[in-house]
């Protein structure tokens, strides 16, 4: 497992957005931006069960997620990896904690009472940075 360098940890602190990409059923690419964050041992991406990147990744769990610093277009992270684990537990409160760093709201606005929460953690195995 690789590990995130700590020179740019700072662009999963900040409300950085995740281009997160995930393969399509036919072998196409999908690359969704989103909100995330780094725990330590994971990268942690929160949406909702049953959406395409969800389904994607239960299927395919290779992915790579990447973020550009909106400071210094030259300063970038890549990281590739495998969803290790999808969870429920604990995904309304971190869309919650993902609000507050995104957009300042103490709760997730945007929430759907029909939708389940989930979390996807990803292993990093591969991380390329530059700048």
């Not at 290790?84 to 537990?89: D, G, L, V, W």
Request: glycine fraction near 8%; aromatic fraction near 6%.
């Amino acid at each position: 497992m690789a590990t995130i360098p700590e020179q740019y940890r700072d662009l999963f602190e900040r409300p950085v957005l995740v281009s997160l990409a995930t393969v399509m059923p036919g072998g196409q690419p999908q690359v969704t931006p989103v909100w995330g964050d780094f725990d330590g041992t994971h990268i942690r991406i929160n949406t909702a069960a049953g959406r395409q990147k969800h389904k994607n990744m239960e299927e395919r769990p290779q992915v790579t997620a990447m973020l550009l610093d909106p400071e210094n277009p030259q300063r970038y992270i890549e990281v590739r990896g495998t969803v290790a684990k999808i969870s429920a537990e604990g995904g309304d409160a971190h869309i919650d904690a993902l609000a507050k760093k995104y957009i300042g709201a103490e709760t997730y606005p945007f929430r759907n009472p029909a939708e389940t929460r989930v979390i996807c953690y990803i292993e990093p195995e591969k991380v390329l940075a530059q700048g």
